[in-house]
Each structure stands twice: as structure tokens, then as C-alpha cells.
């Protein structure tokens, strides 16, 4: 596999950051010592311009190349933020923050772009810019969506954006992506329901929100199941059901809460529609009233063609015939997404193995990747800005 040498050479330097960085997991937008450290790490690799508070505490990384007469700049995202999980396993660096884990592997996304800025800060073998971002907030804040509304791409003149996401479950080592939509759009719903509370001996009396919630649960999964064509994808799925605080009072209101994932817009929209139909109608079935709050989260993540197709040959780079350029689709969600709404670009998985899942207490990043990644961002520049 055709590291570059230099990345090689600083590699224990890099799993030295990504676990120093494990074991002081933040959340959301709460990641100051994470930005710190990014920040200071830049400015010691001599990068051009280091700028801090971008999406409330975002940082990027400014790199020009010995020769800028392209015009053109690049940019490369990592997240950095961590998950409100409990680490399960006993390690060196296991998280010192209790509740609080690096169970995605945003620790090494983040020390992976640190370790290309630093390559590419000593190099500067290509003509044009690259920026270097790192995002806040992707567990759900949506801090990828904050820094392009605070104006990051034109502030930074960015002309194509790439983001990178370690995969447990495929081979170690393969990248793997494909063009057009590759992760769902992933929504919240609320769902209140107000019935007419009483004893739980005289239910002839009451408006039983339970049985309500029971089957206005039943009855969305026929949304995707009769609503949404067959060959389209979509996912509802009721998560938390709160209802009543003693065993013999039916209570007077309940609340439902979930997700809703969807690969394109028409079924997206599709699923609010039908949702908020289901739900008033239900309800009003045994007499009650309820409500949808239907909140839009992240969208579709879609790779621009030719940037998928530029991003497997550069991976093709570093790994071979390792690339799968037809990688499933999946339902979860990624706040890339409002990047690539912005700009034209790719996101690619980069394979770690057989190893435990992603949001898993004891998931680890595997730091045998890290070159790779690195090798493959460094190629990404260099190639998408030739140096002639």
C-alpha cells in the first residue's frame, strides 16, 4: 500500500494525539480543549492562517502552496466532537470525562487531518489552497450547518469540499463510496397526545393516552410499509414512550418521540405528510387529540459525481483495487451533508475492519488507519492541485 514515507515517519506522533484527544472526550459544541489543541497544533506546523470560533468552536487551517497561480482551494472536514456514552473498556487512554466517549471515531478523523496539515504545511508540493476544518457539534448539533450559514465556503473561498468517515465492517484498509445519495436524511419527530386522564378502575370514564400511543405506533410503520414505493427506502422509528407516573391512574397525556430517515427529498417529504395524517387521525379514532412536531435535521448526504469519481481515484492511490466505488447505501445521518449542499464534493469510508460498531461503549478508532487516511487527504490536494 503506497504510504506516503513521511506520513510513515510521524505516525506514533499522530495515535499519540488521537488517544491524547480519546481521553478527554467533549460534546457538541462544548469541544474547547479538543479546538485548542487543533489550534495550536496548526500554528506549530507553520500553517498560513489559523482561525478559531467558526461554528461557535470550529477552527481552520489556512495552507498555501508553493505556487497559488490556480486560483483554486480545497477544502478537507473532520468532526471532533465525541458522544454521551460510558467507555466499556479498560485502556490507557480511556475517556477520563465519565458518560463521555469517543465511540464514533472523531477522535481520529480529527488527529488524521492534523496529521495531513502537518505534511502538507511541510511540503507545499501543489498549486492552490487547502483548508483544513474542523467541525464541531456532528453527534446531532448540526455545527457542519453553522459554519456554512456563518459563510465559512466564501470566506475561504472554497471551491470543492471532502469529508472522510472510518468503517468498522469493511476490510481494513478499503475505501469505499459511491456517487449521488450514500446516507439518509435523518429527522426528529415529537408526537403529543392529550387524552382524558382517571382511575385505571374506570377507564369507561377516560380517554386512554396509552392506548392511543400504542397505536399511533402500530399504525405510522404502515407509512413506509403502504405510502412509500417499494423500491424507495425510508425508516420511522418510535424510540421513547412517556406516559402516566402511577400503576392505577390512566393518564392524561403522553408523548412519543423518534426518528425518521429517508434517501431523497419526495419520500422526506412524503413521510411528514403522512406522518402528521396518521397521527391526528389515530387520535381522533378513540376520541383523543395529538400532534406531530416534525423537525428536519440533517439531509440527504449526495456525493457530487465527479467528485466521488475524482475521490476513488485518489484513493485508488493509496489503496489499489481497494476502493469499492458502489458501496451500500445507509440510513444513518451525517451533517457533511450541508456541505456538500454548499459546495461540490465527496465523502468516503475508510475500512478499519472487523472490529466493534460505531455508538458502541466499546468501540475503539483502530490507529493502524491513520496513515492511510492521512496519505489519502495529502494525495487528495496534491492531485486535485498539480503542481506542474
Known amino acids: 500500500m503506497p504510504i506516503v514515507n513521511r506520513i510513515a515517519e510521524f505516525h506514533q506522533d499522530v495515535t499519540a494525539w488521537r488517544r491524547d484527544i480519546h481521553a478527554h472526550p467533549e460534546l457538541q459544541f462544548d469541544v474547547h480543549r479538543t479546538a485548542a489543541l487543533v489550534a495550536d497544533k496548526l500554528k ?75 505534511y502538507l504545511a511541510e511540503t507545499r508540493n501543489f498549486d492552490g489552497t487547502a483548508v483544513v476544518i474542523f467541525q464541531p457539534a456532528e453527534e446531532g448539533g448540526g455545527g457542519g450547518r453553522v459554519m456554512v450559514e456563518e459563510g465559512m465556503m466564501d470566506r475561504f473561498s472554497i471551491d470543492e469540499v471532502y469529508g472522510m468517515h472510518n468503517a468498522p465492517g469493511i476490510p481494513f484498509g478499503q475505501f469505499a463510496l459511491r456517487s449521488g445519495s450514500m446516507m439518509a436524511a435523518a429527522d426528529m419527530f415529537v408526537i403529543d397526545i392529550e387524552g382524558v386522564g382517571g382511575h385505571a378502575a374506570r377507564p369507561q370514564r377516560c380517554i386512554d393516552t396509552t392506548l392511543v400511543g400504542a397505536h399511533i405506533m402500530t399504525a405510522l410503520q404502515s407509512v413506509v410499509s403502504r405510502s412509500v414505493d417499494p423500491v424507495e427506502a425510508a425508516v420511522i422509528s418510535v424510540t421513547t414512550f412517556k406516559a402516566g407516573d402511577a400503576f392505577n391512574v390512566i393518564p392524561q397525556t403522553a408523548r412519543l418521540t423518534g426518528t425518521a430517515r429517508t434517501l431523497s427529498p419526495e419520500v422526506r417529504d412524503l413521510l411528514e405528510e403522512r406522518m402528521a395524517q396518521v397521527v391526528e387521525n389515530t387520535a381522533a379514532a378513540f376520541g383523543a387529540k395529538a400532534t406531530l412536531d416534525y423537525q428536519r435535521h440533517y439531509p440527504v448526504l449526495s456525493n457530487h459525481a465527479r467528485e466521488a469519481g475524482f475521490a476513488a481515484d485518489v484513493a485508488r492511490q493509496v489503496a489499489g483495487d481497494k476502493v469499492d466505488t458502489e458501496t451500500p447505501q445507509v440510513m444513518g445521518g451525517e451533517d457533511f451533508a450541508f456541505m456538500l449542499e454548499a459546495r461540490p464534493g465527496a465523502f468516503i469510508y475508510l475500512g478499519q475492519g472487523d472490529t466493534q460498531y460505531l455508538h458502541h461503549p466499546e468501540y475503539d478508532f483502530d490507529d493502524e488507519i491513520i496513515p492511510i487516511g492521512c496519505s489519502y487527504w495529502a494525495r487528495l490536494v496534491e492531485t486535485a492541485l498539480p503542481a506542474g
Open 44 to 118: 506549530s506546523f507553520g500553517v498560513d492562517e489559523v482561525v478559531t470560533g467558526i461554528g461557535r468552536t470550529g477552527v481552520v487551517g489556512v495552507i498555501r502552496g508553493r505556487k497559488t497561480e490556480s486560483g483554486r482551494t480545497i477544502g478537507l472536514r473532520a468532526d471532533m466532537d465525541a458522544l454521551p456514552i460510558q467507555e466499556a473498556v479498560e485502556r490507557p487512554y480511556k475517556s477520563t470525562t465519565p458518560g463521555v466517549m469517543h465511540a464514533c471515531g472523531h477522535d481520529g478523523h480529527t488527529a488524521m487531518l492534523l496529521g495531513a496539515a502537518r
